[in-house]
């Protein structure tokens, strides 16, 4: 098992070390950044429907799944993103690869765990604008949220699972706006710091049971309560040389002024049905409601936001030809594909963001009866170019390793 687990740290350590930063989205400038997809590239797979209860990989989604894991899990996934941004003025492209999650399944009886590292959102924005005066303003964004996250599972009956998350948010996310006026020697610099950290908790319940000697037929819903996320600020003005060469150097600068502010992060639940044939073939959709009209950004200095209730939907599911298959390996693939809808509940310049997307994919079994990869791609687009804003239309990468083991057996012969 250790071997596996340093050879999936090889291969995705290999697969983002060109990664400077999660997201290339101007959008990010908004709240706590991009909010990321939470769940693995399984789950994305399918839409990002999450109600089926794997009993071989970690659903980091829905933690009522963990009582469903046989085997310990390790899981890890990373995403490659070409972005195509245009406007009503300029078209740019865009590329970023990153590290999206890592997390450990280990099963109980009638029970189980699980554990890992997220991000959360992210920030990652240059914008530069020269209007007709010649004056230049450009502005600068990085970092983000991440969450460390313990959940737990636990069978009441063979039917009925219930789950608990508990996660830690934390990061760091850090702007620079910069304007320069022609014939003035020095520029204007406003850099702004936000130190982020808080608690919430996810929970969640499963109900699956036969419909036919074939078929079974599965609910599930997960609720997350609204929580809060402290904000500690700092923002220091100062007089640079400015040049588009080189980064800015500060000449003078002002003390910085600190302050702490509250964001709450909103209450969100989800509904979702499915049905299918263990080990064959599964059909699922949900239905997420987010309570987006009570978020707030780090500051008050963001005024052409509005945030309103968001809802998203999602369908997708998988086909297995033959799990059982030996001599034929194309049969033993697990098939996946999906989609999704979703009204972030942003409102920018009065016009509603809204995203989309289509995704496909494979699960291929490695040497082992239960470990496999998973690769995919997602195409998608964002936004819209009406009212000064940007349309993004985006294809993501997706790779994912699910190693699978059994740990705690006590051997009968050495």
């Given amino acids: 098992m250790i071997k596996k ?22 959008y990010s400038f908004y709240g706590i950044g991009e909010v990321r997809f939470r769940g693995t590239v399984e789950n994305r797979l399918m839409g990002g429907v999450s109600i089926f209860p794997d009993s071989l990989h970690v659903n980091i989604l829905n933690p009522a799944t963990y009582a469903s894991l046989k085997m310990t899990t390790y899981t890890a996934g990373g995403t490659s993103t070409y972005t195509k941004l245009n406007s009503s003025q300029k078209n740019e492209k865009a590329q970023r690869s990153t590290l999206d999650y890592m997390a450990v399944g280990i099963p109980l009886r009638n029970a189980g765990f699980g554990f890992g590292l997220i991000p959360y959102s992210s920030v990652g924005y240059r914008i530069r604008n020269e209007d007709s005066d010649g004056i230049v303003k450009r502005y600068e964004g990085t970092g983000g949220v991440n969450k460390v996250f313990l959940g737990f599972g636990y069978k009441l009956t063979s039917n009925f699972s219930i789950g608990l998350d508990a996660n830690y948010n934390f990061g760091r996310i850090e702007t620079r706006n910069i304007q320069k006026i022609p014939e003035v020697q020095f520029g204007t610099q406003e850099l702004n710091t936000s130190d982020l950290s808080g608690f919430n908790v996810n929970v969640s319940a499963i109900y699956q049971r036969k419909f036919n000697e074939k078929l079974n037929v599965f609910g599930s819903v997960i609720y997350t309560p609204e929580s809060k996320l402290q904000s500690k600020n700092s923002r220091i003005i100062s007089s640079v040389l400015y040049s588009d060469f080189f980064d800015p150097q500060d000449v003078d600068q002002l003390d910085a002024v600190k302050n702490s502010y509250t964001i ?25 409601f987010q309570q987006n009209s009570r978020f707030g950004n780090r500051t008050d200095d963001i005024s052409n936001v509005i945030y309103r209730d968001a809802v998203k939907y999602s369908l997708g599911g998988y086909f297995i030809p033959d799990a059982s298959a030996f001599s034929n390996y194309l049969k033993k693939i697990t098939y996946r594909g999906g989609f999704r809808y979703e009204n972030t509940g942003m409102t920018i310049n009065n016009q509603d963001l809204r995203d989309y997307a289509l995704s496909a994919g494979f699960g291929l079994p490695l040497g082992g009866a239960f470990s496999n990869v998973n690769i995919g791609v997602e195409y998608g687009k964002r936004g819209t170019a009406k009212a000064g804003l940007v349309e993004e239309n985006y294809t993501n990468f997706l790779l994912s390793l699910s190693l699978n083991d059994r740990w705690f057996i006590k051997r009968k012969y050495d």
């Fill in 5 to 26: 687990l340093l050879f999936a740290f090889f291969v995705l350590f290999s697969m983002t070390t060109a990664a400077q930063q999660g997201t290339s989205s101007p």
């Fill in 264 to 288: 709450s992060l909103p209450s969100k639940i989800t509904f979702g049905l499915g049905i299918g044939q263990n080990k064959k073939w599964m059909v699922g959709s949900e239905v997420t």
